[in-house]
């Protein structure tokens, strides 16, 4: 059963209507000791970094995930669920999950043509391979939506890259953990595709 992680934040029914698509088994939940103990996790979100802390701390579901995560179940981290599993976040001020370290900035664009948030179809460019990224084509695009972009301290760290002026991850992750930018389920094939991948990793890199 994957547990889709409910802390108030957007997009979850969306998520949810995307699996049961590819015929896959979740449930949307607030309840702390069923994400610790979920097979596999989904962290999606739309939404404002440091409210999303205050009912992550409100409900338990910061430490649920740190077990979970420590456990090395897989984690899917979505939008704002890709934000805040780094250290800290611009958007509020707020310290974060910190799974990742790094920060989580405000885009700063020169070109008054470009507007914020970022919004629509962009390509994702993959920088070293990953198990949920198998099966991802030069060119593929994704949908976005967000104002605020993850930066991890390490490269090493960062999976793949967009552009929109600058070069900003797009991927991230960390062991068990992977995270997009990008909105999978409103992404189509390419989107479901990776969700599919998703479904049967089984956490490790190989």
Same mark, same amino acid.
Not at 35 to 46: D, L, S, T
Not at 159 to 163: K, L
């Given at each position: 059963m994957i547990r889709i992680v409910d802390y108030e934040a957007g997009n979850l029914t969306s998520v949810k209507r995307a699996l049961d698509y590819l015929g896959v088994r979740s449930e949307i939940t607030p309840d702390a000791e069923a994400?610790?103990?979920?097979?596999? +996790?989904?962290?999606?979100? +739309?939404g404002h970094a440091a409210a999303a802390m205050k009912t992550l701390r409100a409900r338990g579901l910061d430490q649920a995930l740190h077990e979970a995560f420590a456990n090395g179940i897989p984690i899917l981290g979505i939008c704002v669920g890709a934000q805040i599993v780094l250290s800290h976040s611009q958007e509020g001020d707020t310290t974060c999950l910190g799974f990742i370290a790094g920060d989580v900035p405000r885009f700063d664009l020169s070109d008054p043509l470009l507007k914020i948030p970022h919004m629509g179809w962009n390509e994702v460019h993959i920088t070293k391979p990953h198990p949920v990224l198998k099966g991802m084509r030069p060119g593929d695009e994704f949908y976005f939506v967000h104002s605020y972009y993850p930066k991890p301290a390490d490269e090493s760290n960062v999976?793949?890259?967009?552009?929109y002026e600058i070069t900003f991850p797009s991927v991230i992750g960390s062991k068990n953990l992977l995270a997009t930018q990008f909105h999978l389920e409103k992404s189509g094939r390419s989107g479901l595709g990776i969700l599919k991948n998703f479904v049967s990793w089984d956490g490790s890199l190989c």
């Open positions: 994400v610790a103990k979920a097979e596999r +996790v989904i962290f999606p979100g +739309v999976y793949a890259t967009s552009e």
